[in-house]
Protein backbone atom coordinates (compact mmCIF):
# COMPACT_ATOMS: atom_id res chain seq x y z
CA UNK A 1 0.00 0.00 0.00
CA UNK A 2 1.15 3.55 -0.95
CA UNK A 3 1.19 5.30 2.18
CA UNK A 4 1.33 8.84 0.82
CA UNK A 5 -1.99 10.18 -0.95
CA UNK A 6 -2.08 13.28 -3.18
CA UNK A 7 -3.49 16.79 -2.16
CA UNK A 8 -7.12 16.85 -2.93
CA UNK A 9 -7.48 20.87 -4.19
CA UNK A 10 -11.50 20.03 -3.38
CA UNK A 11 -10.38 20.33 0.90
CA UNK A 12 -9.63 23.85 0.28
CA UNK A 13 -12.90 25.63 -0.23
CA UNK A 14 -13.91 29.09 0.42
CA UNK A 15 -15.53 32.76 -0.62
CA UNK A 16 -15.17 33.70 -4.08
CA UNK A 17 -13.39 36.78 -4.70
CA UNK A 18 -12.22 38.55 -7.95
CA UNK A 19 -8.92 39.19 -6.25
CA UNK A 20 -7.38 36.19 -4.24
CA UNK A 21 -8.09 37.16 -0.87
CA UNK A 22 -8.69 33.93 1.36
CA UNK A 23 -6.21 31.00 1.79
CA UNK A 24 -8.13 28.56 -0.51
CA UNK A 25 -6.97 31.14 -3.88
CA UNK A 26 -3.38 30.89 -2.75
CA UNK A 27 -2.69 27.45 -2.08
CA UNK A 28 -1.32 24.92 -4.79
CA UNK A 29 -1.71 20.89 -3.97
CA UNK A 30 1.59 19.35 -5.10
CA UNK A 31 1.90 16.11 -6.16
CA UNK A 32 3.79 12.45 -5.76
CA UNK A 33 6.38 14.65 -3.28
CA UNK A 34 8.00 17.16 -6.00
CA UNK A 35 9.34 19.35 -3.68
CA UNK A 36 9.29 23.16 -4.23
CA UNK A 37 12.97 23.91 -4.82
CA UNK A 38 12.83 27.93 -4.79
CA UNK A 39 13.72 30.34 -2.58
CA UNK A 40 13.49 29.66 1.42
CA UNK A 41 10.28 30.92 3.34
CA UNK A 42 7.54 28.24 2.00
CA UNK A 43 4.97 26.83 3.94
CA UNK A 44 4.93 22.62 3.39
CA UNK A 45 1.34 21.14 4.48
CA UNK A 46 1.67 18.09 5.54
CA UNK A 47 -1.77 16.03 6.58
CA UNK A 48 -1.58 12.83 9.08
CA UNK A 49 -5.07 11.34 9.57
CA UNK A 50 -4.30 8.60 11.66
CA UNK A 51 -6.04 7.06 15.05
CA UNK A 52 -3.97 4.09 15.18
CA UNK A 53 -1.82 5.42 17.93
CA UNK A 54 -5.15 7.18 19.82
CA UNK A 55 -6.62 3.78 19.72
CA UNK A 56 -3.41 2.22 21.36
CA UNK A 57 -3.14 4.75 24.17
CA UNK A 58 -7.19 3.75 25.03
CA UNK A 59 -8.52 7.47 23.39
CA UNK A 60 -11.48 7.97 21.45
CA UNK A 61 -11.06 7.08 17.54
CA UNK A 62 -12.34 9.54 15.03
CA UNK A 63 -9.29 11.77 14.46
CA UNK A 64 -8.54 10.27 10.44
CA UNK A 65 -10.74 13.45 9.50
CA UNK A 66 -8.60 16.05 11.15
CA UNK A 67 -6.47 17.36 8.42
CA UNK A 68 -9.54 17.24 5.46
CA UNK A 69 -11.71 19.43 8.03
CA UNK A 70 -8.51 21.89 9.12
CA UNK A 71 -7.77 22.41 5.58
CA UNK A 72 -11.64 22.97 4.68
CA UNK A 73 -11.84 25.97 7.57
CA UNK A 74 -7.98 27.33 6.84
CA UNK A 75 -9.16 27.92 3.07
CA UNK A 76 -12.39 30.42 4.16
CA UNK A 77 -9.65 32.54 5.89
CA UNK A 78 -9.04 35.79 4.90
CA UNK A 79 -5.28 35.83 3.62
CA UNK A 80 -2.32 38.16 5.53
CA UNK A 81 0.60 36.43 4.72
CA UNK A 82 2.87 37.92 2.32
CA UNK A 83 0.86 37.66 -1.27
CA UNK A 84 3.93 36.40 -3.15
CA UNK A 85 4.20 33.47 -0.34
CA UNK A 86 4.08 30.15 -1.29
CA UNK A 87 1.94 27.91 0.75
CA UNK A 88 2.25 24.04 -0.90
CA UNK A 89 -0.25 21.35 0.46
CA UNK A 90 1.52 17.87 -0.22
CA UNK A 91 -1.22 15.68 0.78
CA UNK A 92 -1.19 13.17 3.29
CA UNK A 93 0.69 10.12 4.91
CA UNK A 94 -1.63 7.52 6.05
CA UNK A 95 -1.86 4.18 8.30
CA UNK A 96 -2.11 0.62 6.29
CA UNK A 97 -3.97 -1.29 9.19
CA UNK A 98 -2.45 -1.11 12.43
CA UNK A 99 1.11 -0.50 10.63
CA UNK A 100 1.87 2.75 12.29
CA UNK A 101 5.60 2.52 12.65
CA UNK A 102 5.83 2.51 8.90
CA UNK A 103 4.26 5.74 8.69
CA UNK A 104 5.84 7.35 10.98
CA UNK A 105 8.92 6.59 9.46
CA UNK A 106 8.05 8.07 6.25
CA UNK A 107 6.76 11.17 8.59
CA UNK A 108 10.10 11.46 9.48
CA UNK A 109 11.75 11.27 6.31
CA UNK A 110 9.18 13.47 4.41
CA UNK A 111 9.78 16.08 7.36
CA UNK A 112 13.49 15.94 6.81
CA UNK A 113 12.90 16.34 3.19
CA UNK A 114 10.95 19.72 3.45
CA UNK A 115 13.78 21.06 6.05
CA UNK A 116 15.96 20.62 3.56
CA UNK A 117 14.05 21.97 0.95
CA UNK A 118 14.32 25.29 2.97
CA UNK A 119 10.12 24.39 3.84
CA UNK A 120 8.35 25.41 7.07
CA UNK A 121 6.36 22.54 7.78
CA UNK A 122 2.78 22.88 9.00
CA UNK A 123 1.38 19.28 10.15
CA UNK A 124 -2.27 18.58 10.25
CA UNK A 125 -3.01 15.59 13.11
CA UNK A 126 -4.54 12.97 13.06
CA UNK A 127 -3.18 11.50 17.04
CA UNK A 128 0.02 13.18 19.17
CA UNK A 129 2.12 9.94 18.08
CA UNK A 130 2.78 12.48 15.18
CA UNK A 131 5.05 14.20 17.58
CA UNK A 132 7.80 11.47 17.43
CA UNK A 133 7.68 10.93 13.91
CA UNK A 134 7.87 14.55 13.41
CA UNK A 135 10.73 15.69 16.44
CA UNK A 136 12.55 13.24 14.68
CA UNK A 137 12.48 14.24 11.53
CA UNK A 138 13.55 18.06 12.84
CA UNK A 139 16.52 16.72 14.33
CA UNK A 140 17.82 14.47 11.95
CA UNK A 141 17.73 17.33 9.37
CA UNK A 142 19.31 19.92 12.61
CA UNK A 143 22.22 16.72 13.05
CA UNK A 144 24.87 18.31 11.33
CA UNK A 145 24.10 21.98 11.75
CA UNK A 146 24.92 22.05 15.73
CA UNK A 147 21.99 23.76 16.50
CA UNK A 148 19.83 22.99 19.83
CA UNK A 149 16.17 22.17 18.67
CA UNK A 150 13.36 23.40 21.92
CA UNK A 151 10.57 21.50 21.70
CA UNK A 152 7.09 23.45 22.86
CA UNK A 153 3.85 21.44 23.78
CA UNK A 154 0.59 23.07 24.56
CA UNK A 155 -1.11 19.91 26.13
CA UNK A 156 -3.46 19.22 29.10
CA UNK A 157 -0.75 15.74 28.65
CA UNK A 158 3.08 15.36 29.36
CA UNK A 159 2.71 12.35 26.89
CA UNK A 160 6.02 11.04 28.36
CA UNK A 161 4.07 7.33 28.92
CA UNK A 162 6.30 4.40 28.16
CA UNK A 163 5.45 2.27 25.23
CA UNK A 164 3.30 -0.44 25.51
CA UNK A 165 4.27 -3.96 24.20
CA UNK A 166 7.60 -1.71 22.92
CA UNK A 167 4.68 -0.20 20.26
CA UNK A 168 4.66 4.24 20.31
CA UNK A 169 0.75 5.18 20.84
CA UNK A 170 -0.77 8.91 21.45
CA UNK A 171 1.17 8.80 25.02
CA UNK A 172 4.23 7.96 24.22
CA UNK A 173 5.89 10.56 21.62
CA UNK A 174 8.08 12.68 24.18
CA UNK A 175 9.31 9.67 25.49
CA UNK A 176 10.35 8.17 22.74
CA UNK A 177 12.43 10.99 21.40
CA UNK A 178 14.18 11.48 24.70
CA UNK A 179 14.95 7.39 24.61
CA UNK A 180 16.95 7.97 21.15
CA UNK A 181 18.14 11.69 21.74
CA UNK A 182 18.61 12.26 25.55
CA UNK A 183 21.35 14.56 24.95
CA UNK A 184 19.09 16.73 22.37
CA UNK A 185 15.93 16.43 24.29
CA UNK A 186 14.68 19.92 25.75
CA UNK A 187 11.58 20.00 26.64
CA UNK A 188 8.74 22.47 27.81
CA UNK A 189 5.18 21.93 28.37
CA UNK A 190 2.33 24.33 28.89
CA UNK A 191 -0.85 23.78 30.55
CA UNK A 192 -0.17 20.25 32.21
CA UNK A 193 -3.56 19.08 34.12
CA UNK A 194 -2.73 17.20 37.55
CA UNK A 195 -5.82 15.40 37.01
CA UNK A 196 -4.79 13.71 33.59
CA UNK A 197 -1.28 12.83 34.72
CA UNK A 198 -0.92 10.81 37.28
CA UNK A 199 2.40 10.85 39.82
CA UNK A 200 4.70 8.97 38.14
CA UNK A 201 4.61 10.76 34.77
CA UNK A 202 5.29 13.89 37.21
CA UNK A 203 8.76 11.80 37.85
CA UNK A 204 9.15 10.80 34.43
CA UNK A 205 9.14 15.04 33.53
CA UNK A 206 11.38 15.42 36.17
CA UNK A 207 14.12 12.64 35.57
CA UNK A 208 13.74 13.83 31.79
CA UNK A 209 14.45 17.45 32.90
CA UNK A 210 11.36 18.63 31.62
CA UNK A 211 9.70 22.23 32.18
CA UNK A 212 6.24 22.76 32.61
CA UNK A 213 3.85 25.09 33.49
CA UNK A 214 0.58 23.47 35.61
CA UNK A 215 -3.02 24.43 34.31
CA UNK A 216 -3.27 26.74 37.30
CA UNK A 217 -0.36 28.47 36.08
CA UNK A 218 -1.12 28.68 32.51
CA UNK A 219 -3.97 31.54 33.00
CA UNK A 220 -3.80 34.95 31.45
CA UNK A 221 -3.79 36.92 34.86
CA UNK A 222 0.07 35.10 35.26
CA UNK A 223 1.59 36.44 31.95
CA UNK A 224 4.00 37.66 33.54
CA UNK A 225 5.44 34.72 34.68
CA UNK A 226 4.49 32.98 31.66
CA UNK A 227 6.41 35.32 29.32
CA UNK A 228 9.74 35.02 31.56
CA UNK A 229 9.47 31.22 31.50
CA UNK A 230 8.80 30.54 27.78
CA UNK A 231 11.77 33.54 27.17
CA UNK A 232 14.19 31.38 29.35
CA UNK A 233 13.33 28.40 27.49
CA UNK A 234 13.37 30.15 24.23
CA UNK A 235 16.86 31.93 24.90
CA UNK A 236 17.81 28.27 25.83
CA UNK A 237 17.67 26.86 22.10
CA UNK A 238 18.45 27.59 18.68
CA UNK A 239 15.48 26.43 16.79
CA UNK A 240 11.99 25.56 18.38
CA UNK A 241 9.29 22.83 16.62
CA UNK A 242 5.79 23.64 18.68
CA UNK A 243 3.38 20.92 18.57
CA UNK A 244 -0.18 22.04 19.83
CA UNK A 245 -2.50 19.29 21.62
CA UNK A 246 -6.15 20.85 20.84
CA UNK A 247 -7.10 18.43 24.13
CA UNK A 248 -5.55 21.69 25.92
CA UNK A 249 -7.80 24.01 24.64
CA UNK A 250 -10.78 23.81 27.47
CA UNK A 251 -13.92 21.85 26.17
CA UNK A 252 -15.89 24.95 26.22
CA UNK A 253 -13.53 25.34 23.34
CA UNK A 254 -12.43 22.35 21.49
CA UNK A 255 -14.85 19.72 22.26
CA UNK A 256 -14.01 17.73 18.95
CA UNK A 257 -11.10 15.86 20.32
CA UNK A 258 -9.73 12.59 21.92
CA UNK A 259 -9.80 13.39 25.40
CA UNK A 260 -11.86 16.90 26.12
CA UNK A 261 -11.74 18.63 29.59
CA UNK A 262 -13.44 21.22 30.63
CA UNK A 263 -10.40 22.45 33.29
CA UNK A 264 -7.93 23.23 29.64
CA UNK A 265 -6.43 26.69 28.68
CA UNK A 266 -7.83 29.55 27.26
CA UNK A 267 -7.55 30.14 23.35
CA UNK A 268 -6.13 33.80 24.77
CA UNK A 269 -3.64 32.34 26.52
CA UNK A 270 -2.56 30.38 23.95
CA UNK A 271 -2.30 32.48 21.30
CA UNK A 272 -0.18 35.10 23.75
CA UNK A 273 2.07 32.10 23.88
CA UNK A 274 1.98 31.75 20.37
CA UNK A 275 3.05 35.34 19.37
CA UNK A 276 5.67 35.27 21.72
CA UNK A 277 7.32 32.12 20.45
CA UNK A 278 6.70 32.64 16.66
CA UNK A 279 8.35 36.18 16.98
CA UNK A 280 11.18 34.89 18.52
CA UNK A 281 12.27 33.83 14.42
CA UNK A 282 13.35 30.54 16.23
CA UNK A 283 10.21 28.56 15.17
CA UNK A 284 11.29 25.38 12.81
CA UNK A 285 8.07 23.54 12.38
CA UNK A 286 4.36 23.19 13.82
CA UNK A 287 1.94 20.47 14.41
CA UNK A 288 -1.35 20.86 15.61
CA UNK A 289 -3.27 17.57 16.70
CA UNK A 290 -5.97 15.42 18.25
CA UNK A 291 -8.55 17.20 16.19
CA UNK A 292 -11.67 14.43 16.71
CA UNK A 293 -14.65 15.72 14.37
CA UNK A 294 -16.93 12.72 15.43
CA UNK A 295 -17.23 14.93 18.41
CA UNK A 296 -16.94 18.53 17.49
CA UNK A 297 -20.07 20.59 17.78
CA UNK A 298 -20.53 23.27 14.92
CA UNK A 299 -17.22 22.56 14.38
CA UNK A 300 -15.89 24.64 16.98
CA UNK A 301 -12.30 23.03 17.46
CA UNK A 302 -11.55 22.31 13.71
CA UNK A 303 -12.31 26.40 13.16
CA UNK A 304 -10.08 26.76 16.09
CA UNK A 305 -7.43 24.57 14.70
CA UNK A 306 -7.57 26.30 11.44
CA UNK A 307 -7.17 29.93 13.18
CA UNK A 308 -3.95 28.35 15.41
CA UNK A 309 -2.50 27.63 12.35
CA UNK A 310 -3.57 31.17 10.30
CA UNK A 311 -2.18 33.03 13.46
CA UNK A 312 1.35 31.59 14.05
CA UNK A 313 2.29 31.73 10.50
CA UNK A 314 1.08 35.23 10.29
CA UNK A 315 3.05 36.17 13.34
CA UNK A 316 5.90 34.23 11.91
CA UNK A 317 6.16 36.09 8.36
CA UNK A 318 4.56 39.91 9.76
CA UNK A 319 6.82 42.32 8.26
CA UNK A 320 8.59 39.95 6.00
CA UNK A 321 8.93 40.24 2.33
CA UNK A 322 9.15 36.63 1.12
CA UNK A 323 10.90 36.57 -2.36
CA UNK A 324 10.73 32.42 -3.37
CA UNK A 325 9.60 32.47 -6.74
Aim: hydrophobic share 35%; with cysteine; proline share 5%.
Amino acid sequence: MNLHENPNPEHWIGRKADQPEYWHQFVKCISDFKWDEGGSHKVGILGYPGEEGVIRNQGRPGTKKGPELIRSFLGGIAFHLPEDSSILDYGDIVTNGQDLESTQELICETVKSLLDSKHFPVLLGGGHDLAYAHGKGILNHLSTKNEKLGIINLDAHFDLRPKVKDKGHSGSPFSQLYQEFPDQFNYLALGIQRAANPRSLFETAKQVKANYLVMEQFRLQNWEYIEEQIIWFLDSVNKVYLTIDLDGFSSAYAPGVSAPSPMGFSPQIAFKAFELIAKSKKMISLDIVELNPLYDKDDATARLASRCVEYILRKIFEGKTITNR
